[in-house]
């Protein structure tokens, strides 16, 4: 087929419509938070001590820790799969959060007697905090790689990884609320690695299910 | 002389999302031959058709023309794409290719030229349900409207449109995908 032809093809198919990127990127992310809330409140639920917890400033810092993750995720996540935009701005903002989370873990360390490192770090939740980050995350992330396939990632792997980290943000800000270990050393540990599971999961999903 | 084809590009697209298929074809027309200079620059060594480039680069931004936003210049969405797809031509036969974005600015539009050799697109047309086939090519290699292929095969317009659409979108995966 020689190119003239092709293009006419593509000419008589100029009427149909497809809803641009941008836009469906704010439905997909409206359908995920839906998903995980929906996966949360049926399995595991906010702690019965929500209300008085919420006066604490640990335990509120570990929302902004987690919707930082989420929407320097989010951003990123709409100009990876956008070809030719610039993403070096957003991937700048990725470094938010970690660094948050690690300037409450020093504070911490400063604020907690040496003897109860241990026990922070390691929390009474461990293994709920591993399974349930992943778990919640999951759906959101299966949407967002059908995202992704439905736009346009020139780095598809990043792309995959980063649809990980928006998905692990979304999950443990939900997560958090159901959590008792509100030290900055629990989250810094489990949360890192229960978010970083789903970031290889959405590397993987990248490289093999993201094609176009 | 890039400005100008920038906002004279933008333009057209944009006509052509609201509904303008004259602009669309010409938009389509500039953007092979812009393709086709950047290509043909790339391909140094053989191997790689550079048409084959081309035409898997057209259908892409055909496919995904909904990821460009309106407000965004179109050439670097249009040389990001077509880079992917030229990277892409070059993985699928073995073959490590580093491409430095800069270049563009240097791209000339050319012609296309005949050549014999069997497109990859003729191949994956082959894949398509002979429904779609035939619809896509009375559409193309024939250049029949979309009323004459509803009349020669007896269906409706609307149906016509559906084998199209989805013939389209079944070749440009089947690219994805190999």
């Not at chain 2, 086709?36 to 053989?46: N, P, S």
Request: aromatic share 8%.
């Amino acid at each position: 087929m020689r190119t003239d032809d092709l293009i006419k093809a593509l000419d008589a198919d100029a009427g149909s419509k497809a809803m641009p990127l941008q836009s469906a990127w704010w439905m997909a992310a409206g359908a995920a938070a839906v998903i995980a809330a929906v996966v949360f409140l049926l399995t595991i639920g906010p702690r019965p001590d929500f209300m008085a917890a919420a006066h604490t400033m640990r335990f509120l810092s570990k929302f902004v820790f987690t919707i930082v993750l989420a929407v320097s995720a989010f951003a990123l996540i709409r100009d990876l799969s956008t070809p030719g935009a610039s993403t070096r701005r957003a991937m700048a903002w990725m470094a938010a959060a970690p660094v948050l989370v690690a300037v409450a873990a020093v504070l911490e360390l400063f604020m907690v007697p040496e003897a109860l490192w241990g026990t922070r770090m390691v929390g009474s939740n461990m293994m709920i905090c591993m399974t349930f980050i992943p778990l919640i995350g999951i759906g959101p992330l299966a949407i967002f790689l059908w995202m992704l396939r439905y736009g346009a990632p020139t780095r598809p792997v990043l792309a995959g990884a980063v649809a990980g980290l928006l998905a692990g943000g979304l999950s443990a800000t939900f997560y958090a609320a159901h959590c008792f270990d509100d030290s900055p050393l629990f989250v810094a540990t489990w949360y890192t690695i229960a978010i970083a599971v789903l970031a290889l999961l959405g590397a993987l999903g990248g490289r093999f299910f993201v094609r176009w | 002389m890039s400005g100008k084809n920038e906002a004279e590009l933008s333009r057209l697209m944009r006509a052509a999302i609201a509904g303008d298929e004259r602009a669309y074809a010409d938009f389509l027309h500039r953007i092979a031959a812009l393709v086709r200079g950047f290509v043909r620059r790339k391909i140094v060594q053989g191997g790689v058709d550079p048409e084959d480039v081309v035409q898997e680069t057209l259908l892409a931004i055909h496919v995904k023309r909904h990821t460009w936003r309106q407000d965004a210049p179109v050439l670097p969405w249009i040389y990001a794409i077509a880079r992917f797809k030229l990277i892409d031509a070059f993985r699928r036969r073995g073959r490590r290719i580093e491409i430095d974005i800069d270049d563009i600015a240097e791209t000339f539009a050319e012609p296309e030229t005949e050549t014999v050799s069997e497109r990859d697109i003729n191949r994956a047309l082959d894949g398509l349900s002979p429904a779609q086939r035939s619809v896509v090519s009375a559409v193309s290699v024939e250049g029949r409207s979309i009323g004459e292929t509803a009349a020669r095969f007896g269906i409706s317009e609307t149906a016509v449109r559906v084998s199209l659409h989805r013939g389209l979108a079944a070749i440009a995966k089947r690219f994805g995908r190999e």
